[in-house]
């Protein structure tokens, strides 16, 4: 795959792993090429380009035949790695070889690294071990998949300013005020890792049907981390108030907390695949916890797909040029997520032009308020 | 706003008032420019930019608060001037400001001036007085509105010449022979103003069910006025035969009779909006004015709805070419829509190339069979 | 007509002759090229641009009267060779004529020749006269149309390699292994015409409902004539087995069997026209000849709208680049297919050069198996 427009030597989320069970012919195009996802005879993912080498029909309009994909059109099969073999008219011919993509699983999601697969580091893959709890006693996960009609960075940029959650999601996860009225914004920045949190001390937990206090307070904490290119662990916590005020300015992960996965991998320029899950939400403070698995699928959809993609798609339409060249408003809570959009440019800078050539970029005029991480 | 399709410096209809009732944040999209539009505090129309200068929101997505938008993303607030007033997160930060343009509420419309903002001459609206009557003792007004997706000037054209509706309009407003067999064709060419009218005297009326001949004679006429850019105004009027065979040559807007609206607006290169409304018919001539308020709505929205649009839709997609490149037979009909076509070219030149640069344009070499005014 | 794409100088199907029926004004596109088609006073077949020489209107909005088309926008009146033989509001203006081209009625086609009139002779028309027996005795013919979103090269390659018949037709006619175990592909090669044939010796004849062996043997053919640009015919045989073996190599064409067109018209870049017939199968093997009317319609509906037209609009969707450069694997069956690509692709530039530059083009460099025939 060659692209200006994406890394390639990284990690992408290409598909759920459940997505691949029962004998699934996956049709997925990532980075603007079109795949065809399956398992081999031996269960292992594969992916091939999505065009058989005789007539260019589309591999997954076929069928999986033992782990080998049988083309609709004359019949031609390819194993997991791309190789004819078998020609129902004649010997196999040599030249019948589709392209290939290094593929990995981990965590339930198959991974795809679309550049040069000698550099495929799975060691590289950002840590989502919470989703193989998913059949742990009390604990639960779901998995859910929207796409979005605009370009990956937007949905990162959502995801990196959680404060849209007061206003875009007051009918779901948000507009109680946490983070208007208590919300302390910090970004930490480890390079190719980059956290935008918010820590919100002693509010007032609200029933979560009336949304009337029940006379508890909490401290509570948003703590987003995004791995370059673009996947990205949330863990929403509830700590008994003022037991872990130490950790207002410290890592938070080994707390309870619920997780929850938002891997987006492009599908096209203005398109993008948008991988979210969520476990069941841990903590001993009011009623956390007492999420079913059915209402967290639910209240997920809702956000993700009834109040986060539709503003995403009218935000895409309403640009005409490039994010810099529209000229943003430029606010503090933005700072975790000009970052990561920085340090994304950066990378595909280095990629596509290795022999370092450091010219300045427009970008670094922009005009930025200073973070306070 | 910029555009070399397009007078700037003039009014065009925006929205009809009640559009603006009950506190609506109305999205428009006006000479290519998406536009919000809603009343403010004071109830006075305003008209931004639609985009939130913060990250590129919609502001037709968000609510009206007190004659103030909420942005749906981060709850960013703006008032009629675009100013931000209130930032949930923070001060109100200094460049948060969208753009707004000229409006003005007159007879029922909200106008805008796309251009300079200094040159807004209300007194340039062109009249439609007529608009106030609706709730007048024996008068009624509908007011309507079709998006048609043609260049605005085809709807100009089509309007310019009513002897389609003999054909065209043969189910509704025509199709009995009066332009046909009695028409006389007049153009009154005031510069920025023209009349395209019939003049059809000693007709013999019918019955609007049965079509049939009813034993009475009338001089009817349809006098069709232009404002440049596009905002067009017509009058029906059924009157005694011979009574005022005077006025054959004569402007005839005091006499009884139907006045109708039909302003055009450009809503982007191959699209416009058409607003159109209509009075009660007035006259003392057989069964005129005997029209109720519902059946008058019907009958005019099959007509533009029904039988003009798909007219002007299809005429559209069969251009592949300019108007003039694509060399349409000009006609003695065609007089007064031909000069409106240029009048408009020529004011949109003049304003793009204010030097005055008198070159000749391709448009004045087309053959063109004279007028008869 | 002036394309670079497309073959002028030739006869193209335009519309089956019912579709002319009970006073049809019918709107189709062929070559990038909006007609209108319609039966004049004499019933003579008749094809105009489609566009009013005053207005742009499609003529097909408007009415057949008397054989003469009358536009829907303003009344004026068109013979079938395009001449304005009335005009309601005035004199008929001398240049109001409308493109025509030449047309002709031969087996149930309306046949168009888009390039030089002069050059048109009828004789050169394909035969399908089996089309003329419908209403014989004993025999009967289905006519279909299915519009195809795919260029209409993919068609014909499609037809002349019917070993896709095992696979995307395993529902509909194939699927048997007839042409996997027992096919031979022979190639006739006679200029502009191709013909792409299996000999299928030996068979053993299914039960249609059941698919199970009914103990009779029979030699069975599929014989595919190719004749430039893009009109085919199919013959379908099955004979007592071993009766003709003679005839293997020779035309069978005298031979009882199913005949049915297959006549592709580009409608425009990256769409066709698919006309198809059938006549009722002939022979005395097993249960050939069987098939009712109404079965036969479904049968080939099935195949073509429901098998083909998915499959060639999801290859013609997978190309990016044309055909050569997106280097199908050219294999043995394919030749039929190749030979009749090339030799369209020698007749469109002979034309467009007639001056003879004989370049050799890139296709010939191609590595291609070579044909059996």
């Known amino acids: 795959m060659q692209s200006e427009l994406y890394l390639l030597n990284c ?22 090429n079109s795949l065809v996802v399956f398992r081999d005879k031996e269960g292992r993912p594969a992916a091939l380009r999505d065009r058989c080498s005789h007539r260019m029909a589309p591999l997954s309009m076929g069928k999986l035949k033992d782990g080998v994909v049988e083309c609709a059109y004359h019949g031609m099969q390819y194993d997991g790695s791309g190789r004819c073999v078998h020609y129902p008219f004649g010997p196999v011919p040599a030249r019948a070889v589709v392209e290939h993509y290094a593929v990995v699983e981990r965590d339930k999601m198959i991974w795809i690294w679309p550049g040069n697969p000698e550099l495929a580091d799975s060691s590289l893959i950002p840590d989502y071990h919470f989703h193989n709890n998913d059949d742990a006693e009390d604990d639960w996960v779901v998995f859910g998949y929207t796409n979005v009609k605009a370009d990956y960075r937007l949905e990162i940029d959502n995801l990196m300013d959680l404060s849209h959650a007061e206003y875009l999601h007051a009918t ?3 507009g109680r005020g946490f983070i208007t009225n208590h919300g ?11 956290h935008s949190n918010w820590w919100m001390p002693a509010i007032d937990l609200v029933h979560p049907g009336t949304r009337q206090p029940i006379g508890v307070q909490a401290d509570h904490f948003l ?18 108030q003022g037991v872990h005020a130490d950790r207002e300015d410290a890592p938070r992960d080994d707390l309870p907390g619920q997780f ?9 320029e203005g398109s993008c695949h948008y991988f979210w899950s969520a476990d069941r939400p841990k903590g001993s403070v009011g009623f956390v916890g007492g ?9 997920f959809k809702v956000a993700f797909e009834i109040e986060d993609k539709p503003m995403l798609e009218a935000v895409a339409a309403n640009m005409h040029k490039g994010f810099w060249e529209e000229k943003p408003l430029i606010l503090p809570n933005d700072v975790g997520g000009i970052r990561a959009r920085r340090r994304l440019a950066k990378l595909i800078r280095e990629e596509q032009e290795p022999a370092g050539a450091e010219a300045v970029s427009s970008e670094a005029l922009i005009q930025m308020t200073p973070s306070i991480s």
């Open 11 to 32: 990690w992408y989320g290409l598909a759920w792993s459940t997505e691949l069970d029962d004998g699934a012919l996956l049709a997925r195009k990532v980075l603007g």
């Open 184 to 194: 302390r914004y910090q970004v930490r920045d480890l390079g190719n890792e980059i």
């Open 291 to 299: 999420m079913d698995k059915e209402m967290g699928r639910k209240i």
């Open 223 to 240: 703590d987003m981390r995004w791995n370059a290119p673009s996947n990205m662990r949330l863990q929403v916590g509830f700590l008994p």
């Open 260 to 268: 929850s996965a938002h891997i987006i991998t492009p599908e096209d």
């Open 172 to 174: 779901s996860f948000g």
